[in-house]
């Protein structure tokens, strides 16, 4: 089964409107982290922001936020007012991980969202 | 504080050779992961360097390895490269700490084109 699951292979949005990014996440490990990378065409992964298993709060990062549904194991990106800049690939990922030294922390990626700002 | 830096940025290797890639991490970092990405396949997990230990390997064949140095910069090799193997290798870094908060930092990577 897939681990990470992202619906929208393309999504297009408006500047200056907000977009939602779907993600879904599948573990049975309590402890696990849920992050969201922005990919441009350079190609480097940018690190945009990061969910706890654990934490009571959604994540907000300046115009990034995430929507952590824990009981439907979702954790949707929202980006508001969006730019021209943001049109990029966008992937979700978790890292599954207890507290031990040896444990993973490979980030298991989904197959990312293409997101086309319009000006 | 720079980034993760990768070298080479660029290359073109026949099938059948070998090709070494290079990764530091940002200073301080002691975790260097590798992932590999394909239009096919997305991005995998390839391995996880810790302290010069090999911590996590992912199902990649035995012709791709790795290590890692003392000052935590990581190497990886791929021998008898095959037309398959062309893609984006992407190196990551973290503090490398328990638990599973620490987020990765990615370099710019390097784009590997096999002929």
């Known amino acids: 089964a897939q681990k990470i699951t992202q619906t929208q292979p393309g999504m297009f949005v408006q500047e200056k409107e907000a977009v939602t990014l779907d993600c879904t996440y599948d573990t049975s490990d309590p402890s696990y982290g849920l992050f969201w990378y922005k990919q441009p065409s350079s190609g480097e992964m940018i690190f945009l922001i990061y969910?706890?298993?654990?934490?009571?709060q959604n994540a907000t990062e300046g115009r990034y936020s995430l929507n952590f549904q824990k009981a439907r194991k979702s954790a949707n990106l929202v980006i508001s007012a969006s730019q021209l800049g943001d049109s990029a690939m966008y992937f979700c990922?978790?890292?599954?991980?207890?507290?031990?030294?040896?444990?993973?922390?490979?980030?298991?990626f989904g197959s990312g969202t293409q997101l086309t700002v319009l000006p | 504080k720079a980034g993760v830096t990768q070298t080479p940025r660029y290359l073109i290797k026949t099938r059948g050779q070998q090709v070494t890639l290079s990764c530091s991490p940002i200073?301080?970092?002691?975790?260097v992961s590798w992932y590999q990405q394909t239009p096919g396949q997305g991005l995998q997990f390839l391995f996880e360097?810790?302290?010069?230990?090999?911590?996590n390997k992912g199902n990649f064949p035995g012709r791709f390895s790795g290590r890692q140095f003392s000052n935590s910069r990581s190497e990886m090799n791929v021998s008898t490269l095959e037309l398959g193997d062309s893609a984006l290798y992407l190196c990551a870094s973290s503090l490398g700490a328990t638990g599973s908060s620490y987020e990765q930092y990615f370099g710019p990577g390097t784009r590997l084109t096999v002929t």
């Open positions: 969910q706890g298993s654990y934490d009571q």
């Open positions: 360097y810790f302290s010069e230990t090999q911590r």
């Open positions: 200073s301080g970092h002691r975790s």
């Open positions: 990922a978790m890292r599954e991980g207890g507290s031990l030294s040896g444990s993973a922390r490979q980030l298991t």
